[in-house]
């Protein structure tokens, strides 16, 4: 008994769509019709192989005198049946096809799953940083190498030269550079300290340790422990990363993909100096930098009376308006933050501060125009 199988037959004296045709097996000997067409060739001349996607086809193909003819056997009913009264070689020829196939098939899955994985990936990045974006900013910002970080604070200044004028030399920016000197000794930063020439009562803290006062501020303290209790603010922000942090936070996934990218500092200095005047910290960054400031100016052998003396002066002045200065950022909170301040003060050893030789009415007046 002969079992028939059909499949649909290419070759050259055939239409280039194929034929319907019926294959069966004579000994050793392939037959197959397709119409008119009658051929034979024998099982050591076949070639058999697994075809089409995943390659759950199989083509029986063969060399006749007229050309290239190939079978192809489309369903697992056919393979069957063709398997059935093939000789030894070509069962072990298909069964190899068959296995072919089903590895494809098996790396193939794992390639859609891993695209899957890949096109999924972002959003679950996005996701998982839209529910810990301090979570993540922190683990973005401890892995920006030191340069990086110096590479933002230059980048950063570049962009806040173009906004603002900034006064490097005479009384003022001398008594920044020196007071900022102080609080910063031993630091792993090398800080750059600048005035800029601005009316606002404002400071702030580029990452790299770039800090810019601006003259309103120097003007509106009455004696430079009160500047100093500022630099030491904004020093803190600067040790603790925050404005690196907040930056990263901002710019959300592109800085996952910078850091990935090592790109970091042009990506994030492109957006740090547009807000960085305006940045907010967390009430608990703001808290942080009061701590972190605090341990400088005593460290430093400044007073750290000027600290609270000065927020607080200037939360009255502010009168509850949108705050100027990036240490109000709280601002519903400061009046908090001056008595945890004032106690931390007061819990200090008694201790006596060398006034700060500073020439202040002289400062002062360096910015009056
Ligand atoms: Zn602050």
């Not at 045709?21 to 076949?46: F, H, N, T």
């Not at 600067?238 to 710019?251: D, F, Q």
């Amino acid at each position: 008994m002969t079992a028939h199988f059909s499949g649909r037959l290419f070759g050259p004296a055939l239409p280039g769509t194929g034929m319907a045709a019926s294959g069966r097996w004579e000994g050793d000997m392939l037959r197959v019709a397709a119409g008119a067409v009658e051929l034979a060739a024998p099982a050591a001349e076949l070639r058999i192989d697994g075809a089409g996607f995943n390659a759950e086809r199989v083509r029986v193909s063969w060399q006749s005198a007229d050309g290239a003819y190939a079978l192809f056997l489309e369903q697992p009913s056919e393979r069957v049946a063709f398997n059935a009264g093939a000789p030894a070689p070509v069962a072990l020829q298909l069964a190899a096809a068959g296995r072919k196939g089903r590895c494809t098939e098996a790396r193939l899955r794992l390639g859609w799953a891993l695209l899957g994985l890949f096109l999924l990936l972002p959003f679950l990045a996005l996701a998982a940083f839209l529910w810990q974006a301090d979570t993540v900013a922190t683990w973005v910002a401890e892995r920006v190498p030191p340069e990086q970080e110096a590479r933002i604070g230059e980048l950063t200044l570049a962009q806040v030269r173009t906004r603002m004028h900034l006064i490097e030399t005479g009384p003022a920016a001398e008594a920044v550079r020196t007071v900022g000197a102080r609080l910063t000794a031993g630091s792993r930063y090398r800080y750059r300290w600048y005035v800029a020439d601005r009316p606002e009562v404002n400071a702030f803290a580029a990452p790299g340790g770039v800090v810019v006062v601006f003259a309103g501020l120097i003007r509106a303290a009455d004696t430079p422990e009160e500047l100093a209790g500022v630099l030491a603010h904004e020093t803190a922000h600067v040790e603790l990363r925050h404005s690196l942090k907040g930056a990263i936070k901002g710019l959300g996934l592109r800085a996952l993909l910078a850091l990935a990218l090592g790109d970091l500092a042009n990506t994030v200095a492109g957006d740090l100096a547009a807000d960085l005047t305006e940045m907010k910290f967390s009430r608990d960054a703001e808290a942080e930098a009061d701590q972190e400031g605090l341990q400088r100016l005593v460290a430093a052998g400044i007073s750290p009376h000027g600290m609270p003396a000065f927020f607080d002066k200037l939360a009255k002045a502010e009168g509850g308006a949108a705050p100027a200065l990036s240490i109000l950022s709280t601002h519903p909170a400061s009046a908090e933050r001056m008595e945890t301040l004032r106690r931390e003060i007061a819990a200090l050893p008694a201790r006596s501060f060398e006034p700060l030789a500073l020439d202040w009415v002289a400062v002062r007046e360096s910015l009056v125009k």
